[in-house]
Every structure is written in structure tokens, then in C-alpha cells.
């Protein structure tokens, strides 16, 4: 009988679903909220394919990293309206001008998240900005294959775990198919989101327009989530509103797998790697004007041609990849930290309420209210644009 990986260790790629030729593996939430693949034994006719391509039992090529960098996206819009640097955009912008697809992490119209696929500029905006909660891929790798076979190019960006059950499922060469990580602290429940996004809901009287979780409202360094509600309201720096990314920070509601991901090292499957740079512009002249910078991995001949093409569009220095993994990439290497107290947080998920949640596990200390309350009188007298007092409340937060 086909046995799939144990549950602790699935990461939820959808690679064993989408690759079943009798389409007997269905994704099925668990009480968590995550994922996981459920065989329907009637039609299963042990073909054993869906065993032979999970990213997580079989080994991968994977890419060193031939170039680093940091750098920024030379348009300030853009580069304000993304996590970091806005290097995204840039890539993307190159391979919507060739005609091709852009896959990519968006909320759908009830602010659900989901893997999109976009193909033209004014729709980019959607992909921008991190997503603080497991991305619904559904039959997102079939549509690549499609595009692909179509001969399209194609820009799939998601997780590590996302891009190696991709890079499964395609199981070919194809010089079409451009895969960029996103370096990952893992990815939290999305049953535990719409919780979120209730009490958020409920405590404003409005409906969520929109949630960014990593808006730039004092800078990339004091990047806080903010949330804009349909009565046009603009709340951020609040205990509730950060309630969320914190129980996630605090190791109650990463999915098990990221406890001890398998994807944790430098080399990668993917032709891309970005993650946030904070440490080391210093280090290599390069401005730091806290509208956030990106660190750029380059690993495949593919890339290196396509980062030639783009190179008018960005500012950027090469830097040494172990200096920028050793201020920068602890992510790189190290998986989320499960805290001691995550079983007894879901044995109470479901008794208690949202709001009775966050007071039992990550309560409000004095010091948080008093930065928080001091960030809001720096948005509303100017003082956000201090970069000397943001980087006192940097050591402070610290």
C-alpha cells in the first residue's frame, strides 16, 4: 500500500496531488488548518508517482550560489509598495515584457491567500508584499506545465518547500521556467488568519480592505503590519493588529514541518534566492535610506542572463555571500523554533477565543505598549522619517 511522507514532515507542496494520474489525492485541512494529502484508495492503483516525486524523500539538484548581491529596485513606487527592495517587481517586469506568466502569493476578493497567475503589469501589484500565512497553491503547478508546454515563460516565486515540489512535479529541464525563493520563517495556519481577520473585523466595526505585513508606514526597520479597513480606516502599531505575526514569531503556529525544514541550507533548487537586507550595506557603502533593501542571490546561467538584462533597472553591489549569510541568513539555515507551549495552544484553540488566545500566550508587556503608543506619535508628528530615532527604537526593540 502507497504510504506518503509522514504527516511532520509534509510541507504541503501539492507536488503528490498534482502529479497522481488517477487523481486520487485530495489536499484536506487538519484541525490546524494546514494541508495535507489524503489518498482515496479506491482509485489509487499503487503507481507509486506520487512517492517518487515528493521533494521531501528524494533527493534534488540543487544550485550553489554563483553572485550576490544587494540591491533596490531604481523605481521608488515600486520599491515602496514591496517587502524590501522591490527586486521582485524587477524580474517580473522583465518576464511580463517577454509575454510571459507570473505566478505568485495573492489575496483573492475575501482576502484569502492563494497562488496567482498574472499576465500583465497593472496586475503585479496583487504579488507584492509578504503574505503571513500558508499560500493555497491548488492546481498551481498544472497551469505552469500548461504555459510551459505552450512555450511561455514562466516566474514561479513562493516558499523554498513551494519551488522544490514545483521543481518535482516539472521534472525537466526547460529553460522556460524561472523558480525564486523567498527565504521563509515559516508559514502560519490559515485557519488561525480568518480567526484574525474576525476579531480584527469585530473590534473596528469594518470590513478588512486590505492587510500589509510588512508595511513600510516607519520605515523598512520598524516595518509593522497595518490594516486597512473598508470604512477607511488605517490601524497599525496596535495589540491586536500585531497579535497575529507575533503568535507566529513566538513559535505557536508555523506548520510542524518548518520546526525542521527540509529545505534549510544554501543551495537551493531555485535560479533566485531574496531575502531582507538589514546588516550589511554599511559594510559595502551602499545608501541605506530605510526604504528597504534586498539581498539577491544569483545560482544558474539562466539567471545571470536575466539579471544582465535587468541590470539598468537596479541599483546594486556585489557583496560575499558568507558575509551577507552570516548578517543576514540565519533564515537560510535555521528553521522556526516550536515553543514548548504550541500543544497546549491548539488544545485551547477552539475552547478559548481569539482575543482570550493572545492574552493567555503572548500577553501585552508595559514596554510594548509604550513603543507601540511612541510609534503611532511618530507617524502622526513626522518623526517616522527620523532615521536616527528608528534606529535608537531598532536597539530598543532589540
Not at 388 to 396: A, G, P, Q, S
Amino acid at each position: 500500500m502507497i504510504k506518503l511522507v509522514e504527516k511532520e514532515h509534509c510541507s504541503g507542496c501539492t507536488a503528490c496531488m498534482v502529479c497522481c494520474p488517477k487523481e486520487a489525492i485530495s489536499m484536506c485541512a487538519d484541525e490546524e488548518g494546514f494541508k495535507y494529502p489524503v489518498i482515496d484508495r479506491n482509485r489509487c492503483v499503487e503507481c507509486g508517482k506520487c512517492v517518487r516525486t515528493c521533494p521531501i524523500t528524494n533527493k534534488q539538484k540543487k544550485n550553489s550560489v554563483v553572485d550576490s548581491y544587494i540591491a533596490i529596485n531604481n523605481d521608488k513606487n515600486q520599491r515602496e509598495a514591496s517587502a524590501s527592495g522591490g527586486l521582485f517587481s524587477v524580474i517580473a517586469h522583465y518576464v511580463l515584457e517577454k509575454n510571459g506568466v507570473v505566478f505568485g502569493a495573492a489575496y483573492d476578493e475575501e482576502l484569502r491567500v492563494k497562488h496567482t497567475a498574472i499576465e500583465h503589469e497593472a496586475d503585479l501589484e496583487k504579488l507584492r508584499m509578504s503574505k503571513y500565512v500558508q499560500s493555497d497553491l491548488g492546481d498551481t503547478f498544472k497551469q505552469v506545465d500548461k504555459y510551459l508546454k505552450a512555450d511561455r515563460i514562466v516566474l514561479f516565486s513562493g516558499t523554498p518547500c513551494q519551488v522544490a515540489g514545483l521543481r518535482a512535479y516539472i521534472n525537466r529541464e526547460d529553460a522556460n521556467l524561472i523558480l525564486l525563493d523567498l527565504v521563509c520563517h515559516g508559514v502560519p495556519s490559515p485557519k488561525l488568519f480568518e480567526d484574525y481577520k474576525a476579531a480584527l473585523s469585530e473590534k473596528y466595526e469594518s470590513d478588512i480592505q486590505n492587510i500589509y505585513f510588512r508595511s513600510k508606514v516607519l520605515g523598512h526597520h520598524l516595518s509593522t503590519i497595518a490594516v486597512r479597513f473598508s470604512n477607511g480606516k488605517l490601524i497599525h502599531s496596535r495589540r491586536l493588529v500585531k497579535s497575529y505575526p507575533r503568535l507566529w514569531f513566538a513559535g505557536f503556529t508555523s506548520r510542524p514541518s518548518c520546526y525542521a525544514c527540509s529545505f534549510k541550507e544554501e543551495d537551493r533548487v531555485s535560479d533566485f534566492t531574496l531575502f531582507d537586507s538589514f546588516k550589511s550595506a554599511g559594510q559595502y557603502d551602499f545608501k541605506d535610506d530605510d526604504m528597504g533593501l534586498s539581498n539577491v542571490y544569483v545560482r544558474t546561467q539562466k539567471a545571470t542572463d536575466l539579471w544582465k538584462q535587468i541590470e539598468a533597472q537596479v541599483t546594486a553591489v556585489k557583496t560575499k555571500t558568507a558575509v551577507t549569510n552570516k548578517n543576514d541568513g540565519d533564515m537560510i539555515y535555521e528553521s522556526a523554533v516550536k515553543n514548548k507551549a504550541r500543544a497546549e495552544f491548539w488544545s485551547d484553540y477552539g475552547k478559548l477565543s481569539y482575543t482570550e488566545l493572545i492574552d493567555k500566550y503572548i500577553p501585552y508587556s508595559k514596554k510594548e505598549a509604550i513603543m507601540d503608543k511612541v510609534k503611532r506619535v511618530m507617524v502622526s508628528t513626522g518623526l517616522s522619517k527620523n532615521l536616527k530615532i528608528k534606529k535608537l527604537l531598532t536597539k530598543i526593540k532589540k
